[in-house]
């Protein structure tokens, strides 16, 4: 049991958020920037485990939070016709 929570715990934040905005209008934006946030928000979780700092779960979303937010609120670069 405690092998499944532990790997739940890496896995779970990692593609929460992902999967949730893939229904979403906006998912094109977040297209090219997918797999790294993906990465290091399994890396903070496993980190996480691996130190014993925290919960996982907890600080891996928080990751995911922050960086779905940096990249909603980025700017566009203007495009050049």
Same mark, same amino acid.
């Given at each position: 049991?405690?092998?499944?929570?532990?790997?739940?715990?890496?896995v779970v934040p990692s593609l929460l958020l992902? *999967? /949730?905005? !893939?229904f979403t209008r906006?998912?094109?934006?977040f297209a090219h920037v997918i797999v790294p946030i993906i990465v290091i928000? $399994?890396?903070?979780?496993?980190?996480? *485990? /691996?130190l !014993?700092?925290?919960e996982p779960m907890i600080i891996g979303l928080g990751v995911s939070v922050v960086l779905h937010s940096l990249q $909603?609120?980025?700017?566009?670069?203007p495009v050049i016709e």
């Amino acid at each position: 049991i405690d092998l499944i929570y532990q790997a739940a715990s890496i896995v779970v934040p990692s593609l929460l958020l992902p *999967l /949730l905005l !893939s229904f979403t209008r906006r998912a094109r934006r977040f297209a090219h920037v997918i797999v790294p946030i993906i990465v290091i928000t $399994a890396l903070a979780s496993m980190l996480s *485990l /691996l130190l !014993s700092r925290g919960e996982p779960m907890i600080i891996g979303l928080g990751v995911s939070v922050v960086l779905h937010s940096l990249q $909603a609120f980025r700017r566009e670069p203007p495009v050049i016709e």
